[in-house]
């Protein structure tokens, strides 16, 4: 094995110390000698790495690939495990200890101990990942439970109804779900309609180390949930409270900007804002509002006040009185009805401070580092095989983008020593074309130099 090659570097990196001890209770002392599940995860993460989806194909390369071997620790005479050993550890083993998530956690807190995650820029984003469900195989959700000779997919989704309360499908148009994986959604991004998840992940930026992932229906309600949980998460398992959270317009509710500013962060995401939708009318904009009153004044100084509040969407309504609005000169440009209403959210404050920070440099800042997430999501699929998915059911898509961010995290890991532990912009060089005190600390790997300033 060279010592540069990457499995000898990620080799370093993984440390499955842990794993051993959740899986203890799961293997029997008696009877035939278990197969070690540190194999196991082993060749599921070199599967992933090189894009092998294909469990057989694995197994096939692992006996000819002496570098896959030495990665497992398999001598030349030892046997490859069969192909379905997977699929009776994963489903029952692996899945009850929950081995991938401990996994991943292990190794973003290998990376936060090596100094690599910053802390103060953070971002969140999805992609459409496509369910190994054909698009023909549809029926409604009402047949499922008497579907002859149901798989696994088709019972965990049956039990999960039971507690969950999900809506089928992911259109207006189209109620019905796929027979082998109900739990995927119909969903007609990007592109074609096909059944699929969510991949829902949080990166620190700009180190682009995954911090939490999250396998959801696609849907843009159950991702921004989605999103609140990966920050609860990270906050509770590794005290990870970023100063700025970035993220697109679909993550710019009242609801969500709140849930940012209660965990202490600055929310660097556009506001949903609809209030210049008035088909022509006066928009709330022309409408002056008074915290220490509570109330609302239009163009010509009449007072609006509160009228009512409903807790489920966190409304509050306001109204002018109708012999105002009667007698108004700017009533035909202004409403229709008898008098005109205002509404103020709840989080109206976290949305002003949004607004307020969409132009400043900081905001533009988070713009750009937020590109670290889409090319997280561009690696898991480019190059690590999750264009479609393997495993069916929320569970298998879990289980898959856990596999996958906790490669790529250890990757990350596995890069070559720099001079310092904070990325820096410049040319790569050779190690041997720069003094002998620093080369001697990057061995067999190159160096990246500041490249030489434009101005003096």
Request: hydrophobic content about 35%; charged content about 30%; glycine content about 8%.
């Amino acid at each position: 094995m060279p010592t540069d090659h990457l499995l000898r570097r990620i080799d370093q990196c993984l440390d499955t110390a842990e794993l051993r001890v959740a899986l203890v209770g799961h293997y029997s002392a008696r009877g035939r000698p278990s197969i070690d599940p540190e194999l196991l995860i082993r060749m599921t993460l070199i599967g992933r790495l090189y894009a092998i989806t294909s469990e057989r194909r694995l197994c096939e390369e692992l006996r000819y690939n002496l570098a896959y071997r030495w990665f497992c620790r398999l001598a030349p005479g030892d046997k490859v495990p069969h192909h379905s050993t997977f699929s009776k550890n994963r489903h029952g083993r692996f899945r009850d200890a929950g081995v991938f998530r401990q996994l991943f956690e292990a190794t973003v807190r290998r990376c936060i101990g090596e100094g690599l995650v910053g802390g103060k820029d953070a971002a969140i984003d999805a992609s459409f990942i496509e369910a190994d469900a054909c698009w023909q195989r549809k029926t409604v959700p009402g047949y499922l439970p008497y579907v002859a000779n149901a798989g696994r997919p088709v019972r965990e989704w049956l039990s999960d109804q039971g507690s969950v309360s999900t809506k089928p499908g992911g259109s207006k148009d189209f109620e019905g779900v796929s027979r082998t994986d109900p739990a995927a959604t119909w969903s007609a991004r990007p592109g074609r309609a096909r059944f699929g998840y969510a991949l829902n992940a949080l990166v620190d930026t700009p180190s682009g180390v995954a911090l939490d992932v999250k396998a959801t229906p696609a849907r843009f309600a159950e991702e921004v949930d989605a999103g609140r949980t990966m920050l609860e998460r990270a906050a509770d398992c590794f005290d990870y409270r970023p100063k700025r959270v970035a993220a697109d317009k679909a993550y710019g509710s009242a609801g969500f900007l709140g849930f940012v500013r209660n965990q202490g962060a600055i929310p660097h995401i556009p506001v949903i804002d609809r209030t210049q939708q008035t088909k022509g009318k006066l928009p709330r904009t022309a409408f002056s509002y008074d915290r220490d009153t509570d109330s609302f004044t239009c163009p010509i100084g009449k007072t609006l006040r509160h009228q009512t509040f409903h807790l489920p969407t966190g409304v509050h309504r306001y109204a002018a009185d109708a012999r105002d609005c009667e007698a108004c000169v700017l009533r035909k440009t202004c409403t229709k009805a008898r008098r005109r209403t205002l509404v103020r959210l709840d989080n109206e404050d976290d949305r002003d401070l949004a607004r307020a920070e969409l132009e400043t440099g900081l905001f533009k800042r988070s713009m750009r580092l937020r590109r670290g997430v889409e090319r997280f999501f561009a690696d898991a699929k480019g190059k690590h095989g999750m264009r479609r998915l393997h495993l069916r059911g929320i569970r298998g898509a879990e289980e898959e983008f856990l596999i996958g961010a906790a490669v790529m995290n250890l990757m990350i890991l596995a890069r070559p020593q720099r001079l310092t532990g904070k990325p820096r912009r410049g040319r790569c060089i050779p190690a041997a074309l720069i003094p002998a005190a620093i080369s001697a600390r990057s061995i067999e790997h190159d160096v990246i130099v500041s490249p030489p300033r434009r101005y003096a």
